[in-house]
C-alpha cells in the first residue's frame, strides 16, 4: 500500500527548490537527503516543457537532494530538478512510500492511518456499527470516519474515553460511543 508522506507545492526560488505540504509525522526523516520517494499523480493537470510538443513526464522516483525548514515549511531540492519551470512542473505530485517500508511506532497506543482503515467497529457488547472508511486528523483529535452499513458516515473521536481498544490482531476497533454521537 502506497502512503502519502507529501505534496509537492510551489517552486521556491529559481534553482528549481520547492515546497512539500508535510503529511507524516517523522518529516526530518522522510525527507532527508539521499531519500528516494515514489511519485503519484496528484489534482494538477499533466504539465508540459517549454519545448513545443513534448510533455514533461513526472519521474517516478525523486531523489532528495537537500531539504530544509524555512518559515514552518520544508523546502526540498531534487536530484535533476534545476530549474523554476521544471519544478512548476511538479506542483500537486504526491510523495509516496510504501507500507511495508515504514517501520510501526515503538507506541503500542500509537497506529499508522493504513493499519486503522478497513477495521471492523464494534461496541464493547460486539455490536457491528462498521468499519473504518479513513482516518481525518483534525485540530483537537483525529476522528475515525466510521462507514456505517446503511451507507451513511460517522465520525468518532480517537480518544480512548470513546476508543477503549484497537484490536489489530482481531481485525476490529472497540467503540464505545456517548449516546446520539452516532446519529450526528
Sequence with gaps: MQLVVG???????????????VRTDEPEARFAPGTVLR?????????????????????????????????GRVLIA?????????????????LVVDSADV???DDPEEFHDHQLVGLAVV????????????????????????????????LIPFVRAIVPKVDLAGGRVIVDPPAGLLDL
Excluded at 510533455?55 to 518559515?71: C, D, K, M, N
Excluded at 464493547?124 to 446503511?150: F, Q, T
Design 103 to 105: 517501520a510501526p511506532p
Design 123 to 154: 461496541t464493547p457488547d460486539g455490536e457491528r456499527l462498521g468499519e473504518v472508511a479513513r482516518i481525518d486528523h483534525a485540530p483537537s483529535s483525529d476522528l475515525l470516519v466510521l462507514r456505517r452499513p446503511e451507507g451513511r458516515t460517522a
Design 7 to 21: 505534496r509537492i507545492g510551489k517552486p521556491h526560488g529559481v534553482r528549481g527548490e520547492v515546497t512539500v505540504e
Design 39 to 71: 511519485t503519484a499523480p496528484g489534482a494538477a493537470p499533466p504539465p508540459t516543457t517549454d519545448e513545443p510538443g513534448v510533455p514533461f513526464r513526472i519521474p517516478a522516483e525523486l531523489t532528495i537532494e537537500e531539504s530544509r525548514f524555512h518559515q
Design 78 to 94: 531534487f536530484d535533476g530538478i534545476l530549474d523554476r519551470n521544471t519544478a512548476e512542473a511538479l506542483r500537486g505530485t504526491l
